[in-house]
């Protein structure tokens, strides 16, 4: 599921003008398309996809200005995390402008546990372990989802999601005693 | 890797893979959808499978409503790239019959696509805003 060495080089090396940029772009378009719905659904966002679409125009305006710095997941990341961010601030305000306090949402449990099954399939839901990552609160979903599904490294996430990298390690191991436990409980081997 | 972490991956990855499936899928364009730009933007977006942007602009800066003006303007955003621009306010008029007021503001389109892939684009663009146009007469035609 991870992209491939060549289209790293492809997509991760430095912008230049003239050059490829729309090929680089639908490489990304195509490559986190579906990782970035997910992290989206992880964060709690009820428009995923609305959300997705906005995250790929930053992207594409951006792109000029990205220099092979770091590696493209994390940039990638980045712009979602803080797209996702100021669509928070700007739904609060707007609460708050209309004078609807109860349902001020909060920038990492934005949305009610209704729609929170929404970031999986109905089968996948089904297995314990997804019953597992619904028990956790949407930080640590996406830090197990950068750390264990992009493999991203403890200074990566804490750039990504703004959070010590200190707070990210113990956040994993928390994540991960956790998750034994729930093992043993429900006797899943 | 830890067998925890493992597992927690693999789980990512069938979700992941369950969401390329639902993209892939054929499902009709015109599912149940607001009556709103994001809507739109969201139709388009899937149909063509690139991402859009969408802005609103005044009944008088669209001009005149019975002309079809589709993808109007392109600029070069980067060497290889275009920035496409596309009033639809007659489709989405003809789409959103009975749902949005006469002289409503109509919607820019704006998709991002390739040099090369223009033409097709624009083809595509029109072919699916006319097959969301036919969904939503039949709909109706069927209440």
Known sequence: MHIEDEKIAIIGKPFEPCQDAGERFFLLWRTYYARLLTFCRLSGSSDAEDDVQEIFL????????????????????????????DRHRRVKLTTESAGDMQSVPDPHESVSRANDRSWCSREADCEPIGRFLQSLNFTDRKISYLRM??????????????????????????IRSQYRRFQEAYGES | MRAEDR???????????????????DRPI??????????????????????????????????????????????????????????????????????????????????????????????????????????????????
């Open chain 1, 149 to 174: 599904y992009e493999r991203m490294r403890y200074r990566e996430i804490s750039a990504v999601l703004a959070i010590p990298v200190g707070t990210i390690k113990y956040r994993v191991s928390v």
């Open chain 1, 58 to 85: 930053k992207i594409f305006r951006g792109l000029p200005a990205y220099h092979g710095r770091g590696r493209i997941e994390s940039w990638v990341y980045q712009i979602a995390r803080n797209h996702l961010v």
């Open chain 2, 30 to 143: 015109l599912g149940p959808r607001r009556p709103s730009a994001i809507g739109i933007q969201r139709v388009i977006s899937k149909s063509l499978r690139l991402p859009v942007e969408t802005r609103t602009v005044s009944p008088r800066q669209s001009g005149n409503p019975f002309v079809v003006i589709l993808f109007g303007a392109a600029l070069s955003v980067a060497a290889s790239t275009l920035f496409v621009v596309g009033l639809l306010l007659p489709l989405l008029r003809a789409s959103y019959a009975g749902k949005e007021p006469v002289g409503a503001p109509a919607t820019t389109i704006a998709v991002y696509c390739s040099a090369e892939d223009l033409p097709g684009a624009i083809s595509r663009g029109l072919e699916s805003m006319s097959r969301a146009v036919v969904l939503r007469e039949q709909k109706e035609a069927a209440r």
């Open chain 2, 7 to 25: 597992k927690i991956r693999d789980y990512f990855a069938r979700a992941i893979a369950s969401v390329e499936i639902e993209r892939s899928s």
